[in-house]
């Protein structure tokens, strides 16, 4: 028993200290290669319905986040050009964000071809599999931030992440070593968002 109770307090720990860290306290450090499979493969045991197991990644590190940065600034600037709403800022911001992290990872949620499960449990399926990995980078104390800002829904950014037009892309998660001081809790208590019904 007191083996568990060990178990559950380093549990909770890592639950409890998980954060988002910004490609801006990011230093020049790479993840090594080894911790982003571990995070991937804490991914595969995420739950999924009917096992769909609907995540998709596609890992951007190297010479492969320039090719991630070209692709979504363009395409950022070609779409909202069309509209009428380009915004410089923007356009550099897509074009230099990836190029501050050691490795970024495209969420995908792939449509199951029977469509036998809902898709808004898919989409939950694979935001578990986020936690996974979030929950891995955390214990490694490397930093993590979940965007889904930029390209994230447009459609014409599917086929690049290897996704169909039944598929999803979810955002992206920024992944990279951090200097800086892990950040502290914010979070009001558990008591303030929940109501017990006994009878």
């Not at 991937?40 to 739950?47: G, H, V």
């Not at 190029?99 to 694979?126: F, Q, T, W, Y």
Request: net charge positive; charged share 30%; proline share 5%.
């Amino acid at each position: 028993m007191a083996d568990n109770s060990q178990k559950i307090l380093t549990l909770k720990y890592f639950i409890q200290n998980r954060r988002s860290v910004y490609p801006v306290a990011f230093n020049e450090e790479p993840v090594d290669d080894s911790i982003i499979n571990e995070m991937l493969e804490a991914a595969n045991w995420a739950p999924t319905h009917r096992l769909t197991q609907p995540w998709r990644f596609s890992v951007f590190a190297e010479e492969g986040l320039k090719k991630l940065a070209d692709f979504q600034s363009e395409l950022y600037k070609r779409l909202s050009t069309d509209r009428g709403d380009f915004k410089e800022k923007t356009y550099q911001k897509l074009k230099s964000k990836p190029l501050n992290c050691s490795h970024v990872i495209a969420i995908g949620m792939k449509r199951d071809p029977k469509e036998s499960v809902p898709e808004v449990e898919e989409i939950i399926s694979v935001a578990s599999a986020v936690q996974n990995m979030w929950l891995t980078a955390s214990a490694y104390k490397v930093g993590c931030y979940w965007s889904t800002g930029g390209i994230t829904y447009e459609n014409e950014a599917l086929k690049f992440f290897g996704l169909d037009k039944n598929d999803k892309l979810l955002g992206f998660l920024f992944i990279g070593n951090t200097d800086k001081k892990w950040p502290q809790s914010r979070r009001s208590p558990i008591t303030e968002k929940v109501e017990w019904i006994k009878n």
